[in-house]
């Protein structure tokens, strides 16, 4: 009898333990404690099906960035992805930001990415392309449920040559649906 009581007794104890460490969560980390550790993001390399962990802080333009590089298996080509801290903003687990891209080309390549947080990590859920050589000015959540995301920037003009600065104003909502932001009507 007295063998089923110490039994019951160390079920009773470890399950108690076992419960207390599935529903115990974090809290979220402020973006103000993310801005100064680049190891937390890790972000899906455009045009690839790799993720790199961004690895450091670079000063641009007077504003701190969280950078990364991924190479090509076959080393034909370097990206570097400059995360732009400056322009992330959350609402709640969800993080909306941009980063850029440049590689051996001539380009510079902007995104509008999502993130979500679980337990202090960063989950890269999607990128969207925006485009090449702008000049993004604001990015809003507008709305929690579902996610709804505003990127205001500006564009190259028709006839405006891309060694000149984004001359058009616009603005687009993307909304989250399944892990993809969806460019809304």
């Known amino acids: 009898m007295?063998?089923?009581w110490i039994i019951l007794v160390v079920v009773i104890i470890l399950g108690t333990g076992v419960f207390y460490t599935v529903t115990r969560t974090e809290p979220p980390i402020t973006l103000k404690e993310l801005a100064t550790q680049p190891q937390?993001?890790?972000i899906k390399v455009p045009d690839t099906t790799a993720s790199i962990h961004l690895t450091s802080i670079k000063q641009l333009q007077q504003h701190p960035y969280l950078m990364g590089e991924y190479q090509t298996p076959d080393g034909a080509d370097n990206t570097t992805i400059?995360?732009?801290i400056n322009q992330a903003v959350q609402q709640g687990k969800y993080i909306a930001t941009s980063f850029v891209t440049t590689n051996s080309g001539s380009g510079t390549f902007?995104?509008?990415s999502v993130f979500e947080q679980h337990n202090k990590k960063l989950e890269n859920l999607t990128n969207v392309f925006i485009g090449d050589r702008i000049n993004i000015e604001k990015i809003a959540i507008v709305n929690n449920n579902?996610?709804?995301i505003k990127i205001d920037y500006k564009t190259h003009?028709?006839?405006t040559p891309y060694a000149l600065p984004a001359d058009v104003a616009k603005s687009?909502?993307?909304q989250l649906k399944n892990n993809q932001l969806v460019l809304q009507q």
């Open 172 to 174: 687009q909502i993307y």
């Open 146 to 148: 579902p996610l709804m």
């Open 82 to 84: 400059y995360l732009d």
């Open 157 to 159: 003009g028709e006839n």
């Open 2 to 4: 007295m063998k089923k």
């Open 40 to 42: 937390q993001w890790q």
């Open 110 to 112: 902007y995104y509008l």
